[in-house]
């Protein structure tokens, strides 16, 4: 039996677990990744953000395309070359995982190409036998395709985010099963690239984490681009019809309906990937939600095992994954990192317009009893905007009432997820709308617009102060 020994053992190489082995190793430890994935490289790189981002875009310049008489250009039939656009894509994608697995690979860790189970509270397995052995780990093993409790699920042909990002030609038409952030991106890249999409979604709104404006919003544009979207929908039971046809029977305003498709998209979340590592045996307790339960620092219910990224939780994106990654290494390390804290939260949906928040927002602030104040103002009234025809949305900032720090703001409208990032600035250095105030905006631009809700503010608060 083959024993090898580590300072730093990281379960999964994906964007947690790459980051947590390179702050680790710089301070000179003996660090190896075990990944057991058939490719390198994680979820973000393979088969989430960059790929799906790199088709939506082509689809939004698409889109854009076929508006070409509002801009002034002659009309054009244009329709999607799926093959080309997945073309780009894979050229995309490869030269990502290449560096991502040049860098795994560059001999600043030990690499183990395997699925690992833990034995003990010191010690891993391989698939091949091979014991290693640490005294500290890291469990970054990511997410799965999860299997809500929706009768028939489990025994339809249904799609999943996977098949939509490698599709070779545009399905007619397409169910999509949800509507959370990626539900809804992927729902509008397959209607613009030429399906007919209905989304059927239980929770009364789509995109049920963000502001009902916000929500409101894109089922707007959605509608208006020819998305059916049904909201507060209960799914009674789904039907494998024949070899392609699956059929969906559910109740809708109290009426029942049934529709048929050959394109199922299960677009109803994914759930941590924890099975089969032995978790229980060695004493690390999950949550409720079937996440790894953590401290501020990343420490599982096992002091010396840390746990980052998408098995643990609570927000499944990519920035967080890497800071709770970075954190883990430097507590593990003995250094004193900054707890995980949530408050600065930045989240972005790839819907065109883009949603966009950062930080509290009323309904936090509400339930926390902080004292705030809000406004906002509408991209049909902004000239950038206007000019560009990108009219829906609006944007809107909540400041703490006496002190006038910006604790929150909500973007919805063209570009929303690089506007957002001014404001996430001045969450982070608590700065106050006075400051921004203060701060140079250029004209024309679509980053202008905040000076509207941060005038009003200031103004507000002075004057109440
Ligand atoms: C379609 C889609 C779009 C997305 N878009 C965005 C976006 O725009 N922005 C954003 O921030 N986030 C986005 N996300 C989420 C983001 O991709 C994830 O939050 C992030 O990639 C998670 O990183 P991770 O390190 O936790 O896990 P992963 O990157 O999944 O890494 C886990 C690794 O662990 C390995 N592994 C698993 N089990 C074992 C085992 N037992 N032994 C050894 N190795 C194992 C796997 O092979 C894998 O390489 C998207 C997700 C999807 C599905």
Not at 167 to 193: H, T
Not at 207 to 225: D, G, N, W
């Amino acid at each position: 039996m083959i024993i090898k020994t580590f300072d730093f053992i990281v379960i999964g190489g994906g964007s947690a677990g790459y980051a947590a082995a390179r702050t680790f190793c710089e301070d000179g430890g003996k660090v190896a990744v075990v990944d057991g994935g058939d490719e390198l490289s994680g979820l973000c790189i393979l088969r989430g953000c960059m790929p799906s981002k790199t088709l939506i875009y082509s689809a939004e310049v698409l889109h854009l395309a076929k508006q070409g008489q509002v801009f002034g250009f002659e009309k054009r039939s244009l329709q999607a070359e799926m093959a080309v656009m997945q073309k780009r894509k894979r050229n995309i994608i490869s030269e990502f995982a290449d560096y991502r697995t040049g860098q795994l690979q560059d001999g600043r860790f030990s690499l183990f190409r395997a699925k690992a189970k833990f034995t003990g509270e010191n010690s891993v397995e391989l698939e091949d036998g091979t014991i290693l052995r640490a005294n500290k780990f890291l469990i970054s093993t990511g997410s799965k395709i999860s299997m809500p409790p929706v009768p028939g699920l489990d025994r339809v042909l249904f799609k999943t985010s996977d098949d939509v990002l490698d599709l070779s030609e545009v399905p007619e038409e397409v169910i999509v099963l949800g509507g959370g952030i990626v539900a809804c991106e992927l729902a509008q890249f397959l209607s613009r690239v030429g399906a007919r999409v209905t989304i059927l979604q239980r929770s009364n709104h789509i995109l049920k984490e963000f502001p009902q404006a916000a929500s409101t919003c894109i089922h707007e544009k959605f509608t208006e681009e020819g998305i059916t979207v049904k909201t507060g929908v209960s799914i009674e039971n789904l039907d494998q019809v024949d070899e392609q046809t699956i059929r969906v029977n559910y109740l809708h305003d109290g009426e029942k309906n049934s529709l048929e498709t050959k394109f199922l998209f299960h677009a109803l979340g994914r759930s941590p990937a924890v099975d089969n590592l032995n978790l229980e045996g060695i004493g690390v307790d999950l949550a409720e939600s079937g996440h790894i339960e953590t401290n501020p620092f990343q420490q599982t219910s096992v002091s010396h095992i840390y746990a980052a990224g998408d098995c643990a939780g609570p927000h499944e994106i990519v920035h967080v994954a890497i800071r709770q990654g970075e954190t883990a290494a430097m507590h593990a390390l003995g250094q004193k990192p900054e707890p995980l804290c949530y408050d600065h939260l930045l989240g972005v949906v790839f819907t065109d317009p883009q949603v966009a928040s950062i930080g509290l927002l009323p309904e936090e602030l509400d339930k926390r009893g902080i004292e705030y104040l809000s406004a906002d103002y509408p991209f049909d009234d902004h000239g950038k905007s206007i000019l560009m025809e990108a009219k829906h949305g609006y944007v809107a900032v909540h400041a703490d009432k006496t002190t006038g720090v910006v604790l929150g703001a909500e973007c919805v409208g063209k570009d929303a997820g690089e506007l957002i990032h001014t404001l996430s600035i001045a969450v982070s250095l608590k700065a106050t709308v006075h400051q921004l105030a203060k701060a140079d905006w250029y004209h024309p631009t679509l980053s202008e617009i905040w000076t509207y809700p941060i005038e009003d503010l200031a103004e507000l608060i002075s004057s109440s102060a």
